[in-house]
């Protein structure tokens, strides 16, 4: 069998995306049809570089990368899936922000780059610092840093990660580790309630733009949750 470069993108794609369901895929340009998606899902699952994906949430087609994945993949990408075992609740925080990268492409923005490519471990003020965006995209506004939240993380802990973001920026850390002078850092979360939480926890003088949006209000379809 050979493999096309579409082939490869696409096992990178879910890789790096950890999991993608059937109409994410579709809605990426990775096919332009249901039929041929199916059809060339059907193979990659054989030759074992594609997996199915099953989760008490999510009753369609989900994808993650199968046993022989490493096969078309190079470096950092290979190592990142070796010991993957997604939970529920990190396949539904992975489709969520493909559906967010979704609703930015939508809205012009290009470029995307995924979570494992942005985890960056920092110095400052003699502190070791990290941040961990779920994706990065280009606008025509600047670079938006993505953090995709579903409720579950305590408003301590986004603080704290807020603060790093601080000093990422502030810093020059941006500029050396991402090559970007400054960001927007978007957060979208479940409803309203907790939107007016997260704005709360704003850094005094936030040396990034700083904005809070619910699923809703970006257009994003929120998926499902489980018991």
């Not at 961990?132 to 506004?141: E, H, I, Y």
């Not at 927007?184 to 939480?197: D, E, F, Q, Y």
């Not at 926890?201 to 379809?221: H, I, K, N």
Request: charged share 20%; with cysteine.
């Amino acid at each position: 069998m050979i493999l096309t470069q579409r082939d490869k993108d696409l096992v990178f794609e879910i890789a790096m995306s950890h999991v993608l369901s059937r109409d994410q895929i579709l809605a990426l340009g990775l096919f332009n049809s249901v039929t041929r998606v199916n059809t060339r899902m059907r193979v990659l699952r054989e030759l074992g570089l594609l997996r199915n994906l099953e989760t008490p949430f999510f009753r369609g087609s989900l994808y993650g990368p199968g046993p022989n994945a490493s096969e078309v993949l190079t470096g950092r990408a290979a190592g990142l899936i070796a010991n993957r075992q997604p939970s529920p609740r990190f396949l539904r925080h992975a489709l969520a922000t493909t559906e967010i990268r979704l609703a930015l492409k939508s809205k012009g923005a290009s470029n995307w780059q995924y979570e494992p490519m942005l985890w960056r471990v920092f110095e400052h003020a003699g502190k070791t610092l990290e941040i961990r965006p779920d994706g990065m995209a280009m606008s025509v506004k600047g670079p938006i840093l993505v953090e995709c939240d579903m409720g579950h993380v305590s408003p301590q802990k986004l603080g704290e990660k807020l603060k790093n973001y601080h000093q990422f920026a502030s810093g020059g850390h941006a500029k050396r580790l991402y090559q970007i002078d400054s960001f927007n850092l978007l957060i979208v979360t479940t409803g309203k309630l907790r939107a007016t939480h997260l704005r709360d926890l704003e850094p005094d003088r936030c040396s990034y733009g700083f904005l809070v949006q619910t699923f809703e209000e970006l257009g994003v379809p929120l998926i499902g949750g489980w018991s």
